[in-house]
């Protein structure tokens, strides 16, 4: 069973599909036509359980969409080669985990007070962003959230834009407390990094979204870490500072939410999400932010669920809400 969702999870070719495409078909045709258009397979046992799943998630995405043409909802869900899936099973893509010692409450590393902070932002529009990348069935996101940030500062510093190897980090960074498949920290990575002199890029050392011995190969360097920066905790005018003049931050989230995992597009404002330090548990990168005419202020959010979910893999989230899913609670700058 499992092998046919790596095999889904990875393979990231198109968008997701709203409750649209569905329409007015039988639930069996409905289940055929997602299988196809996400390549999923089961032994007949299995599949009856999965289209179950598959036929609760449909109603509570027309349940929300509803509530979205109705002005209630700032944002839309549909489907993705997670709509078949238990919960216990999205649960183990948020594995980022919180450091022992608390959190942070360090200041911004440089003096921003006298400059003009623009009201938007897009690194990607500089060419100082990777392709959004998938980390599949593995609760990796912690090593794509830290590898991400790098990718950006690295890029700002050097001129040149490095896709690097979260790989390495999960098969190489045991002793600094991460887990591999199982979670970590972003500032631990960066801790083996630094004491390592460096990271693979992601052509050395490519994902396979499971844990292998570590072959770090050091002619094979693609960025170094020469430390890292916590910024203030829930001070989210500091973070829009950093993203400004420092580039793309490595930021946690709260992301147990159904509609987290399930969201398509617009500016996702979710009332159940925490923004308490202890629930934070899915790394992803702040890559700019900016402000919807609609719906307001939002996070420009880098995950790592390939480009099939949300908006190319893309998340706006909302800005200025009150720290909103914990946004600003655990972000860290790499310094390069």
């Not at 996400?38 to 509570?60: H, I, N």
């Not at 400059?115 to 100082?128: A, L, N, S, Y």
């Not at 969201?263 to 990168?285: L, W």
Request: aromatic share 12%; charged share 20%; net charge neutral.
């Amino acid at each position: 069973m499992y092998l046919h969702l790596f095999a889904a999870l990875l393979t990231v070719a198109v968008n997701g599909f709203s409750s649209n495409d569905f329409a007015e078909k039988s639930l069996e045709e409905q289940w055929r036509e997602y299988k196809e258009k996400f390549g999923k397979s089961y032994e007949k046992a299995e599949d009856l359980r999965r289209m179950r799943v598959f036929e609760r998630k449909m109603k509570s995405i027309n349940e929300h969409n509803e509530q979205h043409q109705r002005g209630n909802s700032s944002f839309q869900i549909g489907f993705n080669q997670f709509s078949d899936l238990f919960p216990s099973e999205i649960a183990m893509l948020t594995a980022m985990t919180i450091p022992p010692d608390g959190p942070p409450t360090w200041e911004l590393p440089i003096d921003v007070k006298d400059m003009k902070i623009p009201d938007h932002v897009d690194w990607r529009d500089h060419g100082m962003v990777t392709p959004v990348k998938s980390q599949g069935f593995c609760g990796s996101c912690w090593a794509f959230s830290a590898v991400g940030a790098l990718e950006g500062q690295h890029a700002i510093k050097s001129g040149k834009l490095v896709t690097l190897s979260e790989q390495n980090l999960i098969d190489c960074s045991f002793l600094y407390g991460n887990r591999g498949c199982r979670g970590g920290y972003v500032g631990w990575a960066y801790n083996y990094i630094t004491a390592n002199g460096g990271i693979d890029t992601a052509e050395s050392y490519p994902y396979k979204a499971r844990v292998q011995p570590c072959h770090f190969n050091r002619s094979s360097i693609g960025a170094h870490v020469y430390g890292w920066v916590p910024l203030r905790m829930g001070d989210e005018q500091e973070l829009k500072k950093a993203v400004a003049t420092i580039g793309p931050v490595a930021v946690g989230i709260h992301a147990s939410q159904r509609s987290f995992a399930a969201y398509q597009k617009g500016v996702y404002f979710e009332e159940r999400c925490k923004s308490n330090f202890f629930s934070i548990n899915h790394g992803v990168v702040v890559v700019g932010y900016g402000t919807d005419p609609v719906q307001g202020d939002y996070w420009l959010i880098k995950n790592s669920y390939g480009t099939r979910w949300g908006e190319n893999g893309y998340m706006r989230m909302a800005r200025n809400r009150e720290n909103h899913c914990g946004i600003s609670t655990r972000a860290i700058i790499p310094v390069v």
